[in-house]
């Protein structure tokens, strides 16, 4: 079993910056990915950015590439997303994911365990 906890959400002017945690606690030993997703309301969960558990390779949705950056403290068990020059249509909650294989890490059908969530919200 893997627990996930997210923090860092709030309130955010557009043009501003973010930074989310994601941290866990478990078997993170099985654990090959780990990713952000975000859901706006109405619309679809959509892959954010995800990073390898052990190795560090990244991984970046087509909408952030260049302004956000997933980086990982393996001693602290926590997976952070730095998140800059954010816009209003980025509201959302932002989940963190987990998964044991490093197959198919843009769909979030393919995860395993999942955090509650936390919300950005980015005012114009």
């Known amino acids: 079993q893997v627990m996930l906890v997210e923090s860092g959400g709030g309130l955010v002017q557009a043009g501003g910056s973010r930074r989310l945690s994601c941290a866990a606690a478990?078997?993170?030993?099985?654990?090959?990915?780990v990713s952000w997703f975000r859901q706006a309301p109405g619309k679809e969960r959509e892959f954010v950015a995800g990073?390898?558990?052990?190795?560090?390779?990244?991984s970046y949705g087509d909408n952030i590439k260049g302004r956000f950056a997933v980086s990982k403290d393996n001693a602290r068990y926590t997976v952070y997303l730095q998140m800059n020059s954010l816009r209003p249509e980025e509201t959302a909650v932002y989940y963190c994911?987990?998964?044991?294989?490093?197959?198919?890490?843009?769909?979030?059908?393919?995860?395993?365990?999942w955090g509650q969530g936390t919300q950005v919200t980015v005012s114009s």
């Open positions: 994911a987990a998964k044991t294989t490093m197959m198919g890490v843009t769909n979030w059908l393919n995860y395993d365990y």
């Open positions: 478990g078997h993170m030993d099985r654990i090959g990915f």
């Open positions: 990073i390898a558990w052990s190795g560090g390779s990244t």
